[in-house]
């Protein structure tokens, strides 16, 4: 049977965060089977015992040596997931990788060439291109409600106190492309430069792991064929605010704004068309944005509420709102891609789009606030 005819073998490298996808991974009806790996043997047993999943690896080495393996879902840490996802694509096998796709420029290059050596699939999850808000902000953006865009914002604040030992110091900027990636996807835009200041002083000892010093930063980007500017700011440490992964955009006849607390609903602004002095008075309508199950096969679509998981326990989780519904459309694109042979939504070169700016902005923010351009990584 040829490969794009086959239900996928699928190995999930990493059970923290990664486990929440295995139960969808399992009844996916294009997947013959998942697989669960992770170099923590208590975790990779109680992640198989919690969704009945008996086949395991007990780390990328061993599901890059097994030739029944087509693809691999990597969702380990951030410092790991260049070099992984070239050894997935190299061992050819499809490789979907969580965010960031890489933190240097020079990494992203590595993996384009990977990908394009093997000609396998390669998807970055971003989660923040599947939210419910999402997906009813792009019905609007193409019925083109919005009439012409002016301005969009995102930010991504989240308190990293206590994570794991990779989160301490790391540039936040390093890890922003949840609140640039729906702005990008919404105008299929890349962006072309940026300018960044860092905010804030970490203490010394905090600066060593990555030589960055700072707790938040804020940049402006232009992107390369819009009028349009994106604001983006990213704190991960010592700013009192809850959990927010959040974009915004307007344009001259409708806009949108992600609400003030995760728990609560998005605001949609419009204006009367109708004749006015000075002053028009704009409008505003909390709404509730709709689960979109229709886009997904029956066998997955309840994953989009987070009640059908077994505890959802996993911070990852609990903070993001289970990612407002993404995951079951992340996991229902990448098998589909995969299995009709074509390039997936967030594939390689779309995944450098969104993971660059970061990098870029990053180091704007260490030459405070100078331009730094962001190359094509198309060509
Ligand atoms: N919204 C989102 O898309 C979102 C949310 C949270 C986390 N993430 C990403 O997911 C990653 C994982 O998040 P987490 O909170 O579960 O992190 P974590 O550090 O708690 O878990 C990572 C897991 O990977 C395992 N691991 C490490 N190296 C491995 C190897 N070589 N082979 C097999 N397993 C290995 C670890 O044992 C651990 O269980 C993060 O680093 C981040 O990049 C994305």
Known sequence: MSEAKRKLRIALVGVGFGAEFAPIYNAHPDVEWVALS????????????????????????????????DAVHLVTPIPLHAEQAIRVLEAGKHCACTVPMATSFADIRRIIAAQRKSGKNY????????TREFLMVEDHYLRGDFGTISFARGSHMQDMEGWPDYWMGLPPHHYMTHAIAPVLKLLGERVAKVHCFGSGRLPEERQRRYGNPFPVETAI????????????????????????????????KLGFEWQQIEEEDPLIFSMPQAAFSRGRKIH??????????????????????????????????VQGGGH??????????????????????????????????????????MQDG?????PDFSI
Do not use: C
Request: hydrophobic letters at 40%; charged letters at 20%; proline letters at 8%.
């Open 38 to 69: 992770d170099s923590n043997t208590e975790k990779l047993a109680a992640a198989g015992a919690r969704f009945g999943i008996e086949r395991s690896y007990p780390g990328l080495e061993a599901v890059l040596a097994d030739p029944d393996v």
């Open 370 to 374: 100078a331009a730094v351009e962001i």
């Open 123 to 130: 998807m970055m999850m971003e989660t923040a291109a599947y």
């Open 284 to 317: 505003h309508e909390i709404v509730t944005p709709p689960d979109r199950q229709d886009l997904l096969p029956p066998e997955i679509a309840p994953f989009t509420k987070r009640s059908v998981f077994s505890d959802g326990k996993h911070l990852s989780f």
């Open 221 to 252: 980007f232009r992107l390369a064929n819009s009028p349009v500017a994106v604001e983006v700011t990213r704190s991960l440490f010592q700013t009192v605010r809850p959990y927010s992964e959040a974009f915004s955009i307007y344009g001259d």
């Open 324 to 365: 407002s519904g993404s995951h079951p459309h992340l996991v229902h694109e990448f098998v589909r891609s995969t299995v009709e042979g074509r390039s997936p939504a967030i594939d390689v070169v779309t995944a450098a789009n969104w993971t660059a700016p970061g990098i870029a902005a990053h180091e704007s923010a």
